[in-house]
């Protein structure tokens, strides 16, 4: 399977990616990466990977709809059949989520449906958690709809929140839970192994 990886920030998540991917555990390849920051440390993993690395920005389109156009042409080139958002902070255009219907994942830092939709990422997510007084947190990998975070959970797994954790500490958990399972449920696509009806993920 053939998948494109979006990211905005360092590319942890994409190292993961790319790490099952090497020791064979995940049977994909990463045909196209993709940031929104033309200086994503994304960008320059997929370099020394020689994986296309394309920045792509809605400001360099006079309106959305040629932004849309212009990545849904990068796609079909690129001949992506999946999509992952790897910490990809920009809502991707509608045009493309109804192309690629139940084909584009997220991870997203918490245990959805708490603590998600606009405006939660990043260390957003883990000082709403810890002010919560949760005791639980984790990470989430949905499909992507039209709503932030409002798609169908795939996989889930939790981490504990201790009294003492911080921000950053509470982060360093969840992502270390993200490596884990974003791979994994890229891995359920890629050997056809999902089921989507009515909203409700199931895999075999």
């Not at 709809?65 to 958002?85: C, F, G, M, P």
């Amino acid at each position: 399977m053939n998948i494109s990886v979006f990211a905005s920030g360092h590319g942890s998540n994409f190292q993961a990616i790319l790490n099952a991917i090497h020791q064979r555990v995940l049977p994909a390849r990463v045909s196209l990466v993709l940031s929104n920051k033309s200086d994503a440390g994304a960008l320059e993993i997929a370099r020394a990977h020689h994986i296309p690395a394309i920045h792509l920005s809605q400001k360099q389109f006079p309106d959305e709809l040629s932004y849309a156009d212009a990545l849904a042409r990068l796609l079909k080139e690129h001949d992506v059949q999946l999509i992952a958002l790897a910490g990809y902070l920009k809502k991707i255009p509608v045009a493309v989520v109804r192309e690629y219907r139940n084909r584009i994942l997220n991870i997203h830092p918490a245990l959805l449906p708490s603590f998600g939709g606009h405006g939660m990422y990043g260390h957003f997510v883990h000082e709403a958690v810890i002010a919560s007084g949760v005791k639980i947190s984790g990470a989430t990998v949905h499909l992507v709809d039209e709503e932030y975070d409002r798609g169908p959970i795939v996989l889930q797994k939790t981490v504990a929140v201790d009294e003492r954790d911080t921000p950053e500490s509470l982060a360093a958990k969840v992502l270390a839970v993200e490596h884990e399972i974003f791979p994994l449920a890229i891995k359920a696509f890629a050997e056809n192994r999902v089921s989507i009806k009515e909203k409700t993920v199931w895999i075999q």
